[in-house]
């Protein structure tokens, strides 16, 4: 788990389309619902469907947040598409004591070996629960749930509004898949 | 009755204070580079929650043009850009404050091409400095929503009439999600009394406006508008005061942050300050007697408040995100250079530009800032200023 008391940096790599910036905007929502200072944007560009993405999240609980700087120190790395572990540097930057959270079918033992990934693991078939419950392999909502599981930075319930008022209609499925990939994700502490 | 405080990007919270101020009349040109505001804006009114007239024009010449036309009538007039778009209403932004027209204007402030860029600096600002708006820069989301109402009431105030523009960075702002405390309709009426534009356009009762000023005239208009936008700081301050008498949240023209017996300052525009705040805790915390200014007001500009805040200082650092090329470095820097010069004691002013089409400028960037200006001012370099950050 994180230490949740100072300030938490979180960096979503996705594809375009895949919902890695609309991850990171319900998260600090939540955390904003909390009560708490929360940020949430992406690394600005010229966004285009299939490229690589990124967007970030800082929270803190005890202060407002002044940083706007891009995340480069992150505590936590969410790895939308397991593509991108072979064409970006995710872990560029992660701090020592930092988790990676990747959505994949393999095992974090698999993947720490085949990816020399020295950090806290956790894992979880988000594609699978995605088009299970979906319909669609956009597996933001899913790596919402896999990111709280292996970090606690907000409350599942606390996501339940953003997930409202951003879905609409497929709320509750999108929540379904957030719960299951919370129930389903795989944790590994760093050196096991 | 209370705020409510959610999360949400500050380019939509715009047009939800656009909402609760009720504007008549919005006139845009939504393409890249613009943002959500215009967006979400013309959302509200297709959905029946916003009861204004939205016009979707062929250029951002025409925007402003159209926003002229509605302010005439005394309609509430809003408009935002960005960027190029700023750059093509140029020659008409003139004609809106000389014809004393109130239209309130968001610009998420971006580079200009070329090459073509989207991301944030001041360029644009920069190059609109001399079209007469009052101008108000933001450093976050909320004093962006709180100045966007605080805007139709200055530009409104019988004593201005003049056009505002609140400056909120290119996606450091217009893209952020943050908490932003939004009120209740009922809390921003009392604050935002109706428009009540004194000589509108009225088939009724003819006027004349922007008329033919030969030259025996045309200075005489030229020094009353100077007089007006000076004098628009009364109405500008007794609003900010009056805001925060209703909403506790009090702005300035100038903010110092930490800068009370400070010998070093750093004076920085927009929501690059808020990042230079850490970098001023990290350099006190290391026993280096630093400070932070932060410039809301950039017209009218606020001399007497600069003056005050640098007094005691030895050196003042200041960052632009804009360049005068060919010139004596940002704008910022030379404008307070120049209204230093005359003091009988004043700081050395060491200027730098940095964060340019968006190069972001960490605390630790800060810091360099900070300790190369410190550096510069010892050794009694002549240079003019320093571009920051640059790979050679």
Redesign the interface.
Known sequence: MVNTAGLIEIRWHGRGGQGAVTS??LV??????E?R??????A?G?ERRGAPVVAFVRIRTDEP??????V?EPDVVVVLDPGLLRIVDVTSGLKANGMVVINTKKQPEQIRQEFSLNWSLATVDATKIARELLGVPIVNTSMIGALLRATGVVKLESLFQ?LKQRFGRLAERNISAMKRAHEETLIRSKGN | MTEQRIGIEVSRAIAIATKLANVDVVSAYPITPQTHIVEDIAELVANGELDAAYIPVESEHSAMSACLGAAAVGARTFTATAGQGLELMHEVLYIASSMRLPVVMAVANRALSAPLSIWGDHSDVMATRDTGWIQIFAANGQETFDNVLCAFRIAEDQRVLLPVMVHLDGFHLTHMIEPIYIPEPSQVDKFLPQNQYPLPLDPNKPITMGAFAPPDIYTEVKKAQQVNLTAAKEAILQCWKEFGDCFGRYYSPVESYRGEKAKVLLLVMGSFSETAMSAIDILRGEGKEVGLIKLRLWRPFPFDEIRRAVRGAEVLIILDRALSFGGPGGPVCSEIRSALYNEDKRPKVIGFVGGLGGRDISPGGFKEIINRGIEISQTGSEREFEMFGVRE
């Open positions: 990171a905007e600090a929502q939540a955390a904003i619902n009560g200072y929360a940020q949430a944007f992406p600005f010229a947040i002044r940083v706007r700087a891009e480069a953003p």
